[in-house]
């Protein structure tokens, strides 16, 4: 969308403004796939390559305001493992921004670390650096992870080839569900509520079965945005359209009770509810047998929801030909399911 310099950038999409403001290409032979991957990968020693990746959690948009340090931490380590998982990088190194309101109280700060640092041994990272900062807004913890992967190994949005399967990890839509209904509690008891919400709250990216995965797939990405716009992502990457069978997207039995108690289209969840921090990826039908080991060796779901197709490039589309779309955006005018 074209802008005058007094437009808000609200209004023009996260991927317009990140190709506009920041993705001028600056050639240098060390970088091995730069920006538009879930992490760039960068040239290491012997056989090794590095993943690296950042993102950014902010409460009151990435968790609601006041919410429990404890987990917000954990998250802001878990969205970044999501990403090295989805390159099939083992995580390393962690350098941490922390912006923290100095109004904060100390028992707050402390459940912080208490967080930060359960994640960093649940997966093996070492936090080795980074920068504290007073802010007048709100906490945001910005993290950087650094993770190893095996030169020519990585997986890329970029590879999926037409006649390849489509498969995603776990379950989708708890998360969304859990922001849902830590918005607005139910007011009747619901069993499924603790796991809907510690769904959102403390995700468990399948970090060991996306390194095992970067010798199977031929392009993977995290669901972090709902899977059509993260599908979609690797549709365009790879120049393919991707067919989709919204009824075999796997829902969880929890998200199924919710649904029937509130009445909500549950595959709207599936299809656009963001933060799952599964997989999606694609595989090709000689994989498949090696695919049905891996998931029984590292016991993770894995179900197939779709093909890869020639026509339609860049697109996203249900079985019977509809085009889809969902998924979260920043900047786009309503910062939600366009
Ligand atoms: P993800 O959801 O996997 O974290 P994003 O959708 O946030 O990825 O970003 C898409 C791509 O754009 C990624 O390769 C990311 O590194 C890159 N990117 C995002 N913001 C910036 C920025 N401000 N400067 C440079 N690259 C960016
Ligand atoms: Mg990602």
């Known amino acids: 969308m074209a802008m005058g310099d007094q437009d808000p950038i609200g209004q023009v999409g996260e991927w317009s403004l990140i190709q506009a403001l920041f993705s001028r290409g600056c050639p240098i032979d060390t970088l091995r796939v730069g920006i538009g991957d879930?992490?760039?990968?960068?040239?290491?020693?012997g056989d090794k390559d590095w993943a690296a990746t950042v993102d950014t959690l902010t409460e009151g948009i990435h968790a609601l305001p006041g919410c429990d340090?404890?987990?917000f931490a954990w998250k802001s380590v878990a969205?970044?493992?999501?990403d090295l998982a989805a390159m099939g990088a083992e995580p390393r190194h962690a350098l941490l921004a922390a912006f923290l309101p100095p109004d904060m109280s100390?028992?707050?700060?402390?459940?912080?670390?208490?967080?930060?640092?359960?994640?960093?041994s649940h997966w093996g990272v070492a936090l080795v650096g980074g920068d504290t900062s007073a802010t007048p807004g709100p906490l945001a913890l910005s993290l950087t992870l650094l993770g190893r992967v095996e030169r020519g190994k990585a997986l890329l949005r970029s590879g999926a080839q037409p006649g390849d399967w489509i498969y995603v990890t776990g379950t989708l839509g708890d998360s969304a569900a859990g922001l849902a209904l830590l918005a607005d509690p139910p007011t009747e008891w619901l069993g499924a509520y603790d796991q809907l919400v510690e769904r959102h709250r403390q995700p468990r990216p399948p970090l060991a079965f996306g390194q095992a995965l970067s010798e199977l797939a031929s392009a993977a990405i995290d669901?972090?945005?709902g899977l059509v716009t993260d599908l979609g992502r690797i549709a365009t990457a790879s120049?393919?359209?991707?067919?989709?069978?919204?009824?075999?997207?796997p829902l969880s039995a929890a998200l199924g009770e919710w649904g029937w108690a509130s009445g909500?289209?549950?595959?709207?969840?599936?299809l656009s509810g963001g933060e799952d921090f599964e997989l999606a990826f694609a595989v090709a039908p000689e994989g498949i047998e090696a695919l049905h080991r891996l998931q029984y060796q590292t016991d993770t779901r894995c179900t197939p929801i779709g093909r890869v197709v020639r026509e339609r490039a860049g697109e996203v589309f249900a079985a019977e030909g509809r085009r889809l779309r969902g998924g979260?955006?920043?900047f786009s005018p309503s910062r939600e399911r366009s």
């Open 328 to 330: 979260y955006d920043h």
């Open 38 to 45: 879930d992490a760039a990968i960068l040239a290491g020693e």
């Open 79 to 82: 969205v970044n493992i999501s």
């Open 264 to 270: 909500v289209e549950l595959l709207d969840y599936a």
């Open 239 to 249: 120049g393919v359209g991707i067919k989709l069978e919204p009824r075999a997207i």
């Open 223 to 225: 669901v972090s945005d």
């Open 69 to 71: 340090p404890e987990a």
């Open 106 to 120: 100390r028992g707050r700060t402390e459940a912080l670390a208490t967080g930060l640092h359960a994640a960093f």
